[in-house]
């Protein structure tokens, strides 16, 4: 026989703001609104970082201990939205053939992730993580891996004679349903367990990444350039000039409407992504600028220089905010997305 209180429980979803079900919490007469958070972070609780989360509800954010039941969240068709703020972490890949996975606060290495390679392999070259932070891609010069952040486990294994010993970079969609492959300079599209398609006319790649629909690619190249191309039919749309040496990354802001770009010519571009203007250049280098991104709100970027600095900056102002010794980011990627932080440091 049901009690009073399990009669009047109610499942409430908890989206996020994309619309993304995350799951359904079960709510009670006299559950608080801490109850509420409490359960909603169990959708996280196995994902490679933990994120703060925040409830919505009807357009306010809900805090304290007032209880479910007063605030109409056990009315039938009520549901949550969930914000979510980005941990501080950082994933790293190695030369000495591992992932870490770092808290920022303190420094220490919570993870430690060993792909089964062959002995030649070695190093790690990239590392790109879902965004729901549950799994994660390694890529070696001649291999790629799949890891599950829940079990820790390799969960598969991907490999071609023709690309032996020739990746450059890979990097998973959102959903982990596709993935992007550069390879001696050819950038390749893989679908599900298909084999690699290659997006038309690329043959001096350095890095590619996913718009945040996956439906546009843009690559950095060696050509002083950066290309859009649609997914669907690989063909390039846009080509974005005004650097002077290799490009070596390029990524799609939060929403996708902008491009950064990080050169060799020791300049970060900001590039309109429909138009292909340049909407702004930061300058403030000391060298080749080795990679960039966006912070999760779209409102900042950081760069990783090769005077062995990592450099974050205002978007709109240009103005450098804060820079910091980060010599193994110097010579690899920076994160700076939904899972991953700047390590504080020093104004410029």
């Known amino acids: 026989m049901l009690t009073e209180s399990?009669?009047?429980?109610?499942?409430?979803?908890?989206?996020?703001?994309?619309?993304?079900?995350?799951?359904?919490?079960?709510?009670?007469?006299?559950?608080?609104?801490?109850?509420?958070?409490?359960?909603?972070?169990?959708?996280?609780?196995?994902?490679?970082?933990?994120?703060?989360?925040?409830?919505?509800?009807?357009?306010?954010?809900?805090?304290?201990?007032?209880?479910?039941?007063?605030?109409?969240?056990?009315?039938?068709g009520a549901s949550l939205v969930a914000l979510l703020e980005a941990p501080r972490k950082v994933l790293s890949a190695s030369?000495?053939?591992?992932?870490?996975?770092?808290?920022?606060?303190?420094?220490?290495?919570?993870?430690?992730?060993?792909?089964?390679m062959d002995r030649d392999e070695g190093s790690i070259n990239s590392v790109s993580v879902t965004e729901d932070g549950k799994m994660f891609l390694l890529a070696t010069a001649g291999s790629m891996f799949t890891f599950s952040t829940t079990s820790g486990r390799c969960l598969r294994r991907f490999s071609w004679?023709?690309?032996?010993?020739?990746?450059?970079?890979?990097?998973?969609?959102?959903?982990?349903?596709?993935?992007?492959?550069?390879?001696?300079?050819?950038?390749?599209?893989?679908?599900?367990?298909?084999?690699?398609?290659?997006?038309?006319?690329?043959?001096?790649?350095?890095?590619?990444?996913?718009?945040?629909?996956?439906?546009?690619?843009?690559?950095?190249?060696?050509?002083?350039?950066?290309?859009?191309?649609?997914?669907?039919?690989?063909?390039?749309?846009?080509?974005?000039?005004?650097?002077?040496?290799?490009?070596?990354?390029?990524?799609?802001?939060?929403?996708?409407?902008?491009?950064?770009t990080a050169c060799a010519d020791g300049v970060t571009r900001l590039f309109d992504a429909i138009s292909g203007e340049c909407i702004r250049d930061f300058r403030r280098h000391g060298g080749c600028v080795r990679s960039s991104s966006f912070s999760p709100d779209g409102d900042k970027i950081v760069a990783a220089v090769d005077d062995c600095t990592a450099k974050l900056f205002d978007l709109k102002s240009g103005r450098c905010e804060r820079s910091s010794e980060a010599r193994p980011l110097a010579a690899t990627q920076v994160f700076y997305g939904p899972q991953f932080s700047l390590p504080t440091g020093p104004g410029c």
């Not at 959708?43 to 954010?61: A, I, K």
């Not at 001696?184 to 679908?191: E, K, N, R, S, T």
Request: glycine share 8%; charged share 20%.
């Open 161 to 260: 004679p023709e690309m032996e010993e020739g990746i450059q970079h890979a990097v998973l969609s959102h959903d982990a349903k596709l993935v992007l492959l550069v390879c001696l300079g050819v950038v390749y599209l893989i679908a599900g367990n298909g084999p690699p398609v290659r997006l038309s006319g690329q043959c001096n790649a350095l890095f590619a990444a996913f718009s945040p629909d996956a439906r546009k690619v843009v690559v950095a190249s060696k050509e002083c350039t950066a290309q859009l191309h649609d997914v669907r039919s690989g063909l390039c749309e846009k080509v974005f000039r005004g650097h002077f040496g290799w490009v070596h990354t390029a990524r799609f802001c939060p929403k996708g409407e902008s491009i950064l």
């Open 6 to 76: 399990q009669a009047s429980a109610s499942l409430v979803p908890v989206t996020l703001l994309s619309g993304q079900l995350l799951g359904e919490i079960l709510l009670s007469e006299g559950d608080t609104i801490r109850k509420a958070k409490d359960s909603a972070a169990k959708f996280y609780s196995n994902s490679l970082v933990v994120p703060t989360l925040r409830l919505v509800f009807q357009g306010h954010e809900l805090d304290g201990e007032h209880e479910v039941s007063s605030l109409g969240l056990l009315e039938p």
């Open 95 to 116: 030369a000495d053939g591992t992932a870490k996975l770092f808290d920022v606060e303190s420094g220490e290495c919570e993870k430690t992730f060993v792909p089964d």
